[in-house]
């Protein structure tokens, strides 16, 4: 008897619909969608899980992708909605959901203008996201404007100014492109290189998000070396949201 794969539904969508042949990264990004929703769990939950609950509260996952994120958080209870800006992401997310058998809603939209209501959300999740829209620091106004007060708000993101990603940029295994304009990069990767797309805008640093909030009026509730009670957890912030490849900012709104 064959075991049943709930990522069967899924894996067909993404073959016929949003695998590329002409991309030379296809079985790359191929082995990757498989791990994409134990990564969710097994990462990104478990972390969230630390700051807020799951079950009955409302979840905007922003930037949703193909909804792994989303799924783990209604595999836990959560009422997800999963937003992104792609119609064809949005539709192998429903099929993903349905192999799981959860339910979330999808709805197509930018981080910058969300289509939600102020205070709409309990959690907002914004996972590898941030350096893939055209202003950051409207997009985070956004998420910050649909939390509701003593909600959550959970980012993460790359560090422009990471030498890891200054050799090898982590979405075109690209030398310096992460430091680029987006105009160049997208010129550079697509005309120079001859690759099919480039959908990446300007890389964040997380010390300037981690301002961003703070402007906004959210409670840092976590962050590289936060709270920061000696020079040395001043010197791990600096380094964990300037030069580190990822920073991850837990946000609470008052």
């Not at 910058?112 to 893939?132: G, K, N, Q």
């Not at 703070?214 to 070396?225: C, D, I, Y």
Request: net charge positive; glycine share 8%; with cysteine.
């Amino acid at each position: 008897m064959t075991a049943f794969d709930p990522e069967r539904e899924f894996v067909e969508y993404w073959e016929k619909h949003l695998a590329d042949p002409r991309d030379p990264q296809l079985d790359r990004w191929r082995a990757l969608e498989r791990t994409q929703v134990a990564r969710a769990r097994e990462k990104y939950r478990t972390d969230i899980e630390r700051f807020a609950s799951l079950e009955g509260r409302r979840a905007l996952d922003v930037g949703c992708q193909c909804g792994a994120l989303a799924v783990a958080l209604a595999e836990r209870g959560a009422l997800v909605t999963g937003l992104d800006v792609e119609a064809s992401l949005l539709e192998g997310a429903r099929a993903r959901a349905r192999g799981y058998g959860v339910t979330a809603t999808f709805v197509k939209g930018v981080a910058e203008a969300l289509p939600f209501d102020d205070r709409s959300f309990d959690l907002v999740t914004m996972v590898d996201v941030i350096e893939h829209v055209e202003d950051s620091d409207r997009a985070i106004a956004e998420c910050a404007r649909v939390l509701a007060p003593g909600g959550t708000l959970y980012l993460q993101g790359p560090n422009r100014l990471s030498p890891r990603w200054f050799r090898s940029d982590p979405h075109y295994q690209m030398f310096a492109i992460s430091v680029l304009p987006p105009a160049l990069g997208r010129f550079y990767v697509t005309r120079v290189r001859g690759r099919p797309r480039y959908d990446v805008g300007t890389f964040p640093v997380g010390l300037s998000t981690r301002r961003t909030l703070e402007r906004l009026g959210l409670t840092l509730a976590s962050g590289p070396g936060f709270p920061a009670k000696s020079p040395m957890d001043w010197l791990r912030s600096w380094v964990g949201l300037t030069v580190d490849s990822m920073f991850t900012l837990v946000a609470h709104k008052r």
